[in-house]
């Protein structure tokens, strides 16, 4: 096949040949990388569920068998490497969004998706924080940001339908309510002895979302 030039590659070349160049551009990890990836996330998963989403990344690539370096080539800060590891969890609740979508209970299928959220955060101590870090900063690219926008988009459409079906009030957003989720995780992440305290807080929350409520508090 004959060799292009860097004229012929410039000339003629339209927005689907950028975008056809751009996809080609991406080159399939080799065997080697891809094995210290996968060894990474493992760590990193098992170092975040013993000890924490602070825990030490030189002790993750330790573990891996890696260097540092090597760890920054794959992930090239903690977010990153949070976001990698996460993304199991999060592609789980989103896949539990999708079976609630036409549950008969609008506002029961969002009661029930809201407290899958607040049962996998704990998983991770740290994570509920990250979260809503990474909820507060629109701007920020991050691993976790890049986790939270497919999370805003299925909560959305469930409390969409609570709210159509007059369940909860129309004021309420996703942002707010997924905030309040994390601060429940944070809080029984604080209190590990306390069972029932997701539960409680979750009831008191949504007692104040319900369609009325805020007339009833004037």
């Not at 370096?69 to 592609?91: C, I, K």
């Not at 909820?135 to 709210?163: F, I, K, N, Y």
């Not at 429940?184 to 008191?204: H, M, Q, Y």
Request: neutral net charge; hydrophobic residues 40%; charged residues 25%.
């Amino acid at each position: 096949m004959a060799t292009e030039t860097a004229g012929q590659r410039h000339a003629g070349r339209g927005p689907a040949a950028d975008a056809s160049a751009g996809r080609h551009a991406v080159r399939p990890m080799r065997a080697d990388a891809r094995r210290n990836y996968e060894r990474l996330l493992t760590e990193a998963r098992t170092a975040f569920t013993e000890h924490g989403t602070d825990t030490s990344l030189e002790d993750i690539a330790r573990r891996a068998g890696v260097g540092i370096g090597t760890l920054y080539r794959h992930f090239p800060n903690r977010t990153a490497l949070m976001g990698a590891v996460f993304q199991g969890e999060v592609d789980a609740l989103l896949a539990h969004a999708k079976e609630l979508a036409d549950a008969p209970q609008p506002c029961v299928a969002l009661v029930e998706w809201l407290r899958a959220i607040i049962t996998h955060a704990s998983t991770y101590r740290g994570l509920s924080r990250a979260l809503m870090a990474a909820s507060a900063d629109d701007s920020d690219s991050s691993g976790m940001a890049r986790c939270s926008v497919p999370m805003r988009e299925a909560g959305g459409a469930l409390l969409t339908r609570a709210q159509e079906a007059g369940s909860v009030r129309p004021d309420v957003s996703i942002g707010d309510l997924l905030q309040l989720t994390n601060g429940i995780a944070l809080a029984v992440e604080e209190s590990p002895g306390d069972a029932k305290l997701a539960d409680r807080l979750l009831t008191l929350t949504l007692s104040g979302l319900k369609a009325g409520s805020r007339q009833a508090a004037g």
